[in-house]
């Protein structure tokens, strides 16, 4: 199956919706209804007094280069299509001020310059590839997952360490087990399609979101957590920098942040090093520490100095163990999301990678949990327990520098890839109108400006406020994670239950398990680190999900409101009369299609005027020129300046109506406001057009030095329907 | 002579400047070329679809009651003129939002309910009440002018207390000489007006923005030194209080701005009281004093600690210890400021009021110094100078509770006597284009809230800077008052050798004096205080006045721009052919008056559609029904895209002419722009009018939701000249 075009791509057009079939129908009888209102196209057509395909001879616009002519199809085959077609260049996407300009260059050095959206098309990658890009997330949680379950169990002191092995094990098979559950998710879900998309598909929408609320805490966290655990390994092989781990770690999250605003898509080789020289790292260290466990007949060192227990052990203390420890299996849905990276076969080669990665992350897993024990290396201090077991097996040179080195940047590594998946997770929920339509937008590298940002900013501010430590990260870390492979695998086992294709027991058996350990890590994680940090996502979760569902209404909504509809019965949707270019509109309203409904705009005009200088002059011309009915109106604090107005109006010549509105109170804006809001009572059917003088200054200091009296009647008379305002602008000198 | 209307009067209706000769000329020279242009005014009246008087009868309209009808005058005599006049109540001030109306309903319970613009006629005073309302500034400074000059002798020792003797007595004749020239200043200026007025008007506006800037930076200092003064006599009182200071302070800084912005004016009774008390209280502790050293044979007690010099006693010293005494005589001016509020002869009261004040003061400041002297006290520790005094003279039971009362009153009543001051000045800046015009608006208090805050902030700020201490602000203070004295004096010298009236060579020597002892001051402070603070006032000084001139220079820009002139060419004045209500517009333009220019406004719309929705068919409707040659504009990200949206188009029946840009690098609003820019500058005679659909969302939240493109494109045009943007709401429900 070739990857689809709706599931899980991306495109640059998702800010613009495609109209439905009932909606286009509906347009059609809208559009319908509109021949007896206007002239012909073709009228209009010839009305055009400029060059639609603007001037290229003009030398400014040459010189400007924002537009290029492209030679255009005719869709319509009727004559009338475009022959020509304008393209906007990159540089119509500078701005115009000379500030502007220069921020934005200082920004292309940062992020480069702009893409097409045709670039977009993705590069499909090999097996090797695909595994060194996607497995990092995963992998890298070996430098910290062992870690944090060792660190629960030495608060029962030094002796219950051994503890490890049995727990190592078991993680394991969780590990095994929800793997397994994604090599079906990859077989059902042959598009790609994150726990979100899989849970909300098959369990209902609110499920969706859970899972993806799960995912966004995760991914917020996965950034924190892999840059305090990159930076404390570096700090394990040089101490100096410890004290500075939050200045490297928040330099580090903007590194990421700017890097992926550059859209760094085609650096997959860069990527794949460090996975495969932290696998070789890991191998090293393993295999070091086992051979010389193996000279030791297999006898574990006695861990030094003896840390007495704290805490009595217990099976929460266990279960604690056990869910810091499955922290290390975060990322390992990362490969089921992603299956159209793959060259074809995808399915195929998506299933044979993920065996792999499995396979190496628990050997990973379980060799380090095996010479820590045999090392007798204990968690806590400034050294990472990685680095202790390092130091114990290759010694303290060359080779230990480069294990901690390889761990650092498979973390970073990691770190990005939440850059990678966070947006692309806003996206789709974006696309499914549950988070603010903004994260559709492909920046003009083709990145996820806003998901990145949104991304970047919250993780370092965790990370901050959590002093760039790893280990209080832990508790509120994996919940939100194993939340989604929770809905993600019972997502599977309802869609074997309802389709039963071919091997569904075996499937549903599979998904089944994997979704009951899934849980079992939640309940035990909500429950045993509910005070240690967890209560946090357990409250924000829902509050996520509470928030993407108003987010939806509001979309539901507006989509009901805006999109035609076949009773549409609105006036406003139809121009008074028959509209011709430079003609007036007959009084009465013609459409035999719409003809129960009054379906005239009628248009009316107001023209607040404050001082008789020439920008009410040139507001006052251009209503006038409109040829709509139109009122003068004039806001008077005194009764000696509404007759020095009226007289200055004398004067004129007294063309035009003009009402005085007496203020004794001295609001202007308010009673303007109110006055066209009364008068608009009378005739809801009339379109009022509020004409307004609007001073336009060259510099912005002198902003301050004007009253913005039509920037506030704007914003005073948004609420009113029917009412457009028009702003005549008057350039000051500088 | 009676107070005028012009010179130092305050009226409502400043913000709306009045046409001048020229100007109006012009208008009705414009006004002749629109003849031609419009049909008669009685066929727009006729055309009017709504009853321009509202309807009262609205159930809506009248119970809001945000309008009321009085009965209209009809100045133009023609019959045309209105019968009715429509009033906006108090409440057509209020927000419309029922947040904004709780906000508003809180605010009123601090500043009062709006008054009238007419409620603006101030209240006379007799002498006795103006010389209490008048005379605080000046009287309460004796709290802390001789303790600032006791404070830099004993920097020479305690035995070097003595030389306040002579000092005082130096500053007692500079006292009475510029007070003495401010009599001269109460004739020849009997509508009021303070040293910018006086200095502007003798010596140039340059002068007046010099002495401008020293008034704006002493009234912020007044407002610090008397709080700080005032909170220092309190803590005199109650030790325990003085850690505190900082926070009492700025409490009673917002009181006062609260108080101020509620625009208490009649409040004179309550004023004049704390100024009574004072002078009875320092009265009571010279008298006290006096007779007790006259007991001991006027023998003075020896400063006991003694205090050992920590300079050396020079003629430098000195200078400073009569610069710091000379705080003592800020607001000596004020009264020549107020002429206007007295009761007639205004100028005799005024004239007899300050010279009462100057003997209240000057042997105030005399007997305090003197009882200093005899009592041997010294200034230094938490305690003030004062308070000491009043301890050695009075004893500590009530009538030394009774001082520190009174002090702490009469110096919170002074900083309140800025607050009067400080908007004032502003506003007759503002009148003449020196600061901003919003300094002339009047709150619905008819109080100038802008210039209350403008003071409040700083000097809130520079209180809580300097710690709530008076000592380390006296080398900021006083300079600023003393430019002004030294300008306004020499502006009178300047009036009399111009005008040479009667009795002019003993008013000119009456000025020289004072300009010549008050700029010695202003030098003398200068050099001897440069690095204690002074330098400050000395940089900000010209920076104010260029600040000043700048700002002066962009509203006469503003107004040469937007004023009618005699020689009037622009097109865009006068509407294109005939316009009358519902009539087209003839092609060719006719205009008499200006034949040898294009005098017609010729339209052109724009319409940038997004999505084919009904915010737009809204705004194509519209578009449409002003009958003006139109285009259609979508920008697209993609090829797709574009050919989808031709799809749609054509399915609503490809009406009106429609140009697609593609934008593959997926900026919207950018090309947007650079469109109509390319297309107007083909025709730069057309008025292009965008219209461009807004969704306008139910609650404010929302709006991070939608696209805003409308406000950003607006934002974008502005830069264009002849471009009106109009938009067209859509509401969403909530």
């Known amino acids: 199956v070739p990857p689809g075009p709706d599931d899980a791509a991306v495109t640059a057009s998702a800010t ?13 009888r809208v559009g319908k209804g509109w021949h007896g209102c206007l002239s012909p196209r073709e009228d209009w057509e010839e009305a055009l007094p400029v060059n639609r395909h603007i001037e290229f001879a003009d030398p400014v616009v040459s ?9 255009g199809t005719d869709p319509s085959g009727d004559g009338h299509g475009d022959i020509d077609e304008i393209e906007a260049t990159a540089k119509a996407g500078e701005a115009a001020s000379p500030t502007g300009r220069r921020l934005r260059s200082a920004a292309r050095v940062l992020i480069g310059p702009p893409l097409r959206s045709t670039a977009l098309a993705e590069e499909r990658m090999g097996r090797l590839l695909a595994l060194a890009v996607l497995s990092p997330d995963a992998l890298s949680s070996v430098a910290y997952g062992p870690e944090a379950m060792l660190a629960v169990l030495l608060l029962a002191g030094s002796g219950q360490l051994k503890l490890s092995l049995p727990i190592g094990a078991a993680l394991a098979i969780l590990m095994l087990s929800v793997g397994l559950g994604y090599r079906q998710v990859i077989k059902a879900y042959p598009h790609g399609g994150g726990s ?13 979101l859970i899972a993806g609320a799960g995912l966004i805490l995760d991914y917020i966290l996965t950034v924190a957590v892999s840059v305090a655990s990159g ?12 004290p500075d781990r939050v200045g490297v770690g928040l330099v580090v999250i903007f590194v990421l942040a700017a890097g992926n605003l550059r859209g760094v898509r085609d650096a997959g080789a860069a990527f794949a090093a460090p996975t495969y020289l932290f696998v070789a790292a890991i191998g090293l260290v393993v295999v070091t520490g086992l051979v010389k466990a193996a000279s030791h007949g297999f006898t574990p060192t006695t861990p030094h100095p003896y840390h007495p227990p704290v805490e009595a052990l217990g099976v929460l203390l266990v279960l604690r163990a056990f869910s810091s420890g499955a922290t290390a299996m975060t990322g390992i849905e990362v490969i089921s999301n992603a299956v159209p ?3 074809p076969p995808e399915a195929k080669h998506a299933r044979q990678t993920l065996t792999a990665m499995l396979a190496l992350l628990i050997s990973m897993f379980v060799g380090v949990v095996l010479v820590a024990h045999f090392t007798g290396a204990q968690p806590g201090g400034q050294e990472t327990l990685l680095s202790r077991i390092a130091r114990d097996t290759v010694g303290d040179g060359a080779a230990y520098a480069f294990v901690q080195f390889a761990t650092t940047v498979v973390l970073l590594v990691a770190a990005n890839s939440a850059f990678n998946g966070f947006p692309r997770l806003l996206y789709f929920m974006a696309r499914d109108s549950y988070v603010p339509r903004l994260f559709l937008r492909l920046g003009d590298r083709l990145a996820f400006s806003n ?6 900013v919250p993780s370092a501010i965790i990370f901050a406020a959590f002093d760039g430590k790893t280990a209080p990260l832990i508790p509120l870390f994996a919940i939100g994670v194993f939340i989604a492979f929770t809905l993600a695998q019972a997502g599977m086992v309802a869609r074997w239950l309802r389709e039963r294709g071919r091997g569904w027991r075996a ?22 680190k509910f005070t240690e940090g967890a209560w946090l996502v357990i409250v924000l979760v829902p509050c996520i999900v509470v928030l993407c569902e108003r987010i939806h209404g509001h979309y539901e909504a507006a989509r009901r409101a805006l999109t035609p509809r076949a009773a549409e019965r609105s006036h406003r949707l139809l121009p008074a009369g028959v509209a011709r270019p430079g003609a007036p509109l007959p009084a009465t309203p013609r459409d035999a299609e719409l003809q129960d409904t009054p379906t005239e705009v009628h248009n009316f005009t107001l023209v607040p005027v404050a001082v008789f200088d020439l920008a009410a002059l040139r507001a006052l011309a251009y209503a006038a020129s409109l040829g709509q009915p139109l009122l003068a109106l004039h806001v008077s604090p005194t009764e000696d300046e509404a007759k020095r107005f009226r007289r200055e109006w004398e004067v004129w010549g007294n063309h035009l109506p003009l009402e005085i509105i007496a203020s004794p109170f001295r609001a202007t804006v308010a009673p303007l406001t109110y006055y066209a809001a009364a008068l608009h009572r009378q005739r809801p059917d009339l379109t009022m057009t509020l004409v307004v003088p609007e001073i336009v200054v060259a510099r912005p200091w002198q902003q301050i030095l004007h009253s913005h009296t039509a920037a506030r009647l704007r914003r005073a008379l948004r609420s009113y329907e029917g009412i457009v305002v028009a702003t005549v602008p008057f350039h000051l000198p500088p």
Chains 1, 2 share one sequence.
């Open 16 to 28: 613009l919706p495609e109209l439905d079939k009932e909606a286009l129908a509906a347009l059609e």
């Open 63 to 71: 010189r400007t280069g924002r537009f290029a002519r492209v030679r």
């Open 196 to 208: 979100y998309i899989i849970a909300g598909d098959s369990l209902g929408p609110r499920w969706g």
């Open 231 to 242: 930076v404390e390994a570096v700090a394990s092989a040089i101490p100096s920098l410890y």
């Open 341 to 343: 990276v793959f060259r």
């Open 451 to 456: 998901g990145i940002l949104v991304l970047a």
């Open 507 to 528: 499937g549903l058996a599979t998904n089944l398990l994997g979704a009951v350990l899934s849980a079992a890590v939640v309940v035990i994680a909500a429950i045993t």
